[in-house]
């Protein structure tokens, strides 16, 4: 196994990440400083990142109901629930892939795979996310096309891929960004409060049956579809406009 894959393997982050960590020769194989991306680990070397012993981890993938009042971080110096604290002790460790503020619900896909963590969180890859949102009054339909075209807030511009009214005051909503807080300030702008916010889809992933402060490991179909998705290759950037130069006239001569 290459070196970077293990690495990325040990919950160190993903392959291209971890390289960072070989370059910078803060990898030691068998006492010796390594630096060769292209190294291979064998299975009787020992692999160190400054006093860690590494091993590599089978690879986890779930899927975690978010309830409302849990925070998406490993750890809390205030004390808050997080969403870790719904999972099993004795994992590998493993992190989640996205975020949900503390007062939303629903799908947080959770595993110890950096690559594909990468690539479902990347916003070059326009992974689509899916919600449903309660808001306090009916929905106005004209503020679809708002949605839909993209106005500023105060996280960026942001915009959505589809708005549907599924019955007065319940919205479904799919992004393919992520800006911080994108459909609270959204709707706040456009003069609605939301009321409750669900997660239920993460690209192919659907929350389906499981209830908040429950999980379930992905299926094999489920995990080669995300696999699937992260072998495509990126969408090119749109070039950018050509640089306008204006020509200058004869330099004005002193007084």
């Known amino acids: 196994m290459r070196l970077n894959r293990f690495l990325a393997s040990a919950g160190l982050g993903s392959r291209r990440s971890v390289e960072q960590l070989i370059l910078a020769g803060n990898v030691r ?5 390594v630096t060769d991306l292209a190294t291979q680990v064998l299975p009787t070397d020992a692999v160190k990142v400054g006093s860690r012993l590494l091993h590599s981890e089978r690879p986890l993938y779930a899927v975690l109901h978010k309830p409302a009042g849990y925070i998406c971080s490993a750890e809390d110096e205030l004390g808050r629930n997080t969403i870790f604290d719904l999972l099993p002790p004795n994992w590998p460790r493993t992190h989640h ?8 619900e629903g799908l947080i896909i959770v595993t110890n795979d950096g690559d594909l963590t990468n690539f479902l969180t990347h916003p070059r890859h ?37 708005v549907e009214m599924l019955r007065p005051g319940l919205l479904r909503l799919v992004l393919k960004q992520g800006l911080n807080r994108q459909i609270r300030l959204m709707l706040y702008e456009l003069g609605y409060e939301v009321e409750r916010l669900v997660r239920v889809r993460f690209g192919p992933i659907r929350i389906q049956t499981v209830e908040p402060g429950e999980w379930r490991m992905l299926t094999p179909k489920e995990i080669a579809e995300l696999h699937a998705g992260s072998s495509q290759p990126a969408k090119p950037r749109p070039p950018r406009p050509p640089r306008t130069i204006k020509k200058q006239g004869p330099p004005r001569a002193r007084k």
């Not at 892939?97 to 939303?104: A, I, M, Q, Y």
């Not at 326009?126 to 919600?131: I, T």
């Not at 106005?140 to 708002?146: E, H, R, S």
């Open 29 to 33: 194989i068998n006492g010796r400083i």
């Open 126 to 162: 326009e992974v689509e996310k899916e919600y449903e949102v309660v808001i306090d009054r009916t929905f106005d339909i004209a503020d679809a096309a708002k949605m839909l075209r993209g106005f500023h807030i105060r996280t960026g511009r942001a915009k959505c891929e589809a």
């Open 97 to 104: 892939v996205g975020r949900l503020d503390k007062e939303s």
